[in-house]
């Protein structure tokens, strides 16, 4: 173990789960190395649930995810140098989403990355935060960043990697900036990632003769999207002591001395021992060193590289457990794999079937629990209505070979369906010392996607729930991103994000590709609620509070009746329907069954609470009351809260969506960043493929 993890596991043996702020801060400052917050595709693949033991907290603490995921979902940050900006601070005054107010929803920016341009579908952009207390500006020196790959040919008018500075709309000056633009002689298919110091950006390009390389660069401010700097690879034996921006490549040598494409695997970094986890093309699995500190080489010791599967399939993205020093990996033909240190393989039995689809997703990995959960888009069953289905599988971490894990089936599949991505973990999940929670899938990927909830249960999966259909017919979704933010003024506030490609039925993305976010806000035992906040019950429905009061210590029998009430100690809550991506509008004149919902001219969802016709000409006057009354016609009505979703077009649906740390207001609240997978209008920078950055507070 080198210093890096040396120094995390001396601090992990003396904590346990709860721990404090100052510990943590004061730990992490005793090497500049160790600062630093990437946010990149391999920090939704490997997590941690909370420890339940000392030993437990000192083995998953070695790891440095571990802290930096603590610290982004319980440290909030300010923002720094423009806090005395009025205007700045209007501009994130967005980030204080108290009870009764309209939800709105607001792109901070979009940037044009060439026609074309798209991280991709399933990969995400990196972001870099440099402080874990404060949000620094460009004006900052060093600045935080984030990081798109193009998926274009990198060229004297086309940057193949674009990297984005003074991301917040406090910001002075223009918002944001090209931080550095890189041509580097390829093009990036797959998702890049930042080293833990901050100061390198790794990834996998492939050229034309289909040929993959590690690149590995150090950056410095320069260049643009059409016109960026091209940068000529210095040897590796060079690399450490080159002046940025400078960049090495290492090939993709298979055993033969071959070298080996990659377009569907994402490059894992392992920031302890400085290396590189990736697979490639035919099967193989590479292991890189000295890829951040020391000399780059690829490392060809201990069976390394590695063939899983015979040349049948491509491999998807890895992910190592430091702690036990494995890698599992899924391939395009459906099977999963652990490899060991050593190279050992162990390969499960075949949990996707799909044709065309595979596991192109990445598992994820639980180091506390020792879980990890595979994502199948066609299971090979008969079990979905005499279909196959969509399915979510769960193994421990020491399966053994021809291992079928444990099924949760997600919706429906299809002899070719779209490709299954990763879920979101809760809140809940990651508090809990014995993993209890819940897990967010986008399934049914014979049809329309539809949003799943698999509550799990002491590390055990129970039957899904489903939740809203997000689309009016079959097309592609993106990975599921959650995320909570405690620092939201007046509740906590916990929302999961998922984009589709096409059909989309959010309000704002007119039946075409689209981003929409969900209210998953767990209710909570014996806490102080006010009127209009919002909860999702166990039944995926949307309660809202009506009274005021506190709750009881244990779950309420939640009325599924739309409009119905539930009490809960002193509180009184309106059932306001199951969660939908969207609510239509009010008409004049229209026959309303009972429980229909519509939004009205506030902004409200009411819902039918006695059936008719309502009134023509212009809207009643709504109540602004929740649980209050309105007549239209003989339609009543009753006011049930602001819708809990809202939507953003994104042409072609979003590639994978990333969240910086939770920031406090007034400020703001979180950053969502992600690129659209087809042309759209770039704000006024253009038309193509666009990297975006809207605010999370404000998508709801």
């Known amino acids: 173990m080198n210093g890096i993890g040396a120094r995390f596991a001396f601090f992990a043996a003396g904590l346990m789960a709860v721990v404090t702020l100052g510990c943590i801060l004061t730990g992490r400052a005793a090497s500049p190395a160790e600062r630093g917050y990437p946010t990149d595709w391999s920090h939704q693949h490997l997590i ?163 040929q993959g390389r590690l690149v590995l660069l150090k950056f410095a401010p320069g260049g643009r999207v059409g016109r960026p700097t091209t940068l000529t690879a210095v040897a590796t034996t060079d690399y450490r002591t080159c002046s940025a921006p400078c960049m090495t490549t290492v090939a993709l040598e298979d055993s033969a001395g071959s070298i080996v494409d990659d377009r569907t695997s994402s490059v894992f970094p392992d920031y302890d021992d400085d290396v590189i986890w990736v697979g490639g093309a035919s099967g193989w699995l590479f292991k890189f060193g000295g890829v951040f500190v020391g000399t780059p080489g690829e490392i060809t010791t201990n069976g390394f590289p590695v063939q899983l599967n015979g040349g049948a399939s491509a491999l998807s993205s890895p992910v190592y457990d430091f702690s036990r020093e494995v890698v599992f990996v899924g391939d395009l033909g459906g099977f999963f794999y652990r490899v060991s240190s050593a190279g050992g393989v162990t390969r499960s039995d075949q949990v996707d079937h799909g044709s065309g689809t595979g596991l192109v997703a990445g598992p994820i990995l639980d180091s506390t629990t020792s879980k990890i959960y595979v994502f199948a888009s066609n299971d090979g069953s008969t079990s979905c209505a005499g279909a196959p289905c969509a399915a979510v599988f769960q193994f421990y971490l020491d399966f053994v070979s021809g291992a079928k894990g444990t099924e949760a089936a997600v919706g429906t599949s299809a002899t070719a369906p779209e490709p299954m991505y990763e879920g979101g973990f809760d809140n809940a999940y990651y508090s809990s010392s014995v993993g209890t929670g819940s897990l967010y899938v986008c399934g049914n990927t014979g049809g329309t996607p539809i949003l799943y909830k698999i509550p799990i249960s002491k590390g055990i999966m129970a039957t899904p729930v489903a939740g809203p259909t997000l689309t009016s017919a079959a097309t592609g979704c993106s990975p599921v991103t959650d995320f909570s933010n405690p620092n939201v003024t007046g509740e906590p506030d916990e929302w999961i994000f998922a984009g589709v490609e096409n059909s989309g039925s959010g309000n704002s993305c007119a039946a075409a590709g689209c981003l929409m976010n969900f209210n998953v806000q767990p209710w909570q035992a014996s806490t102080a609620y006010v009127v209009g906040q919002q909860i999702l019950d166990t039944h995926f429905q949307i309660q809202t509070v009506a009274t005021a009061g506190t709750s009881r210590a244990t779950t309420p029998a939640w009325s599924t009746t739309v409009g119905d009430t539930t009490g809960d100690n002193t509180v009184t809550w309106v059932n306001q329907g199951p969660q939908i991506a969207a609510h239509p509008a009010w008409s004049a004149g229209h026959a309303y069954a009972l429980a229909t919902a519509i939004q009205d001219s506030n902004g409200n969802v009411q819902v039918v609470t006695t059936a008719g016709t309502s009134k023509t000409g212009a809207h009643p006057v709504w109540s602004k009351t929740v649980n209050g009354v309105t007549d239209d016609g003989t339609v009543v009505w009753r006011e049930v809260g602001l819708p809990a979703t809202v939507s953003l077009a994104a042409a072609g649906g979003t590639s994978g969506i990333i969240i910086d740390n939770t920031v406090v207001s007034p400020l703001a609240g979180s950053q969502v960043y992600f690129s659209t997978q087809s042309n759209q209008a770039c704000g006024t920078t253009g038309r193509g493929g666009c990297a975006v950055q809207a605010s999370q507070a404000a998508l709801h």
């Open 48 to 210: 941690f649930s909370r420890p339940a033991t000392v030993e437990e907290e000192a083995r998953v603490g070695a790891d440095p995810r571990y802290w930096q995921q603590y610290e982004r979902r319980n440290i909030a940050r300010t923002l720094a140098g423009d806090e005395s900006n009025p205007a700045s601070i209007a501009d994130f005054s967005f980030g204080a989403f108290g009870a009764k107010q309209h939800p709105r929803i607001h792109r901070d920016w979009s940037e044009d990355m060439g026609s074309g341009a798209t991280v991709g579908a399933g990969n995400y952009p990196a972001k870099f935060s440099f402080e874990i207390t404060t949000a620094n500006c460009g004006s900052s020196t060093p600045p935080d960043y984030v990081v798109f790959n193009t998926g274009l040919e990198g060229s004297s008018t086309q940057a193949s990697v674009v990297a984005y500075d003074n991301l917040y709309s406090g910001c002075t000056g223009p918002v944001p900036t090209v931080y550095w633009a890189y041509n580097t002689g390829g093009v990036v298919l797959t998702s890049p990632v930042i080293s833990l110091a901050g100061d390198q950006v790794a990834f996998v390009q492939s050229n034309g003769s289909m």
